[in-house]
């Protein structure tokens, strides 16, 4: 199983970002997983930031990026995609993409992790 991220780059307060996560080696169609995102900044823990319930086709998105960050997905190309806008530098940190069977155990502690993409906002 591999989670491949990628997109993450210096940028300027109030510019966008996306980033990807392609998954592979999955024995189970990836419309049976809960995909998204994590992320960890410097000297804090880390947390949730969204993810998509492919079974149930339903997104999650963590208050502080409610209305800013959008996550989608494209089941063939087994991809899921997180568009960031508006971005702060309190959003400058290390992105990991996760996976898991459930809404509950990937929000607690994802199976599946890939490595993380960096994200710096700073003028």
């Known amino acids: 199983v591999q989670l491949q991220a990628s997109g993450g780059g210096l940028v300027q307060p109030g510019r966008s970002l996306t980033l990807s996560c392609v998954a592979s080696?999955?024995?189970?169609?990836?419309?049976?997983?809960?995909i998204g995102w994590f992320r960890q900044a410097p000297g804090k823990e880390r947390e949730w930031v969204s993810c998509?319930?492919?079974?149930?086709?339903?997104?999650s998105y963590e208050d502080s990026v409610k209305g800013r960050f959008t996550i989608s997905r494209d089941i063939a190309k087994n991809t899921v995609t997180l568009q960031m806008n508006s971005l702060r530098p309190e959003d400058t940190a290390l992105y990991y993409c996760?996976?898991?069977?459930?809404?509950?155990?990937?929000?607690?502690?994802?199976?599946?992790w890939g490595r993380g993409t960096l994200v710096t906002v700073s003028s």
């Open positions: 996760a996976a898991d069977r459930g809404f509950l155990s990937w929000v607690l502690n994802p199976e599946y």
């Open positions: 080696g999955f024995t189970l169609d990836l419309k049976y997983y809960v």
């Open positions: 998509i319930n492919n079974s149930e086709n339903t997104t």
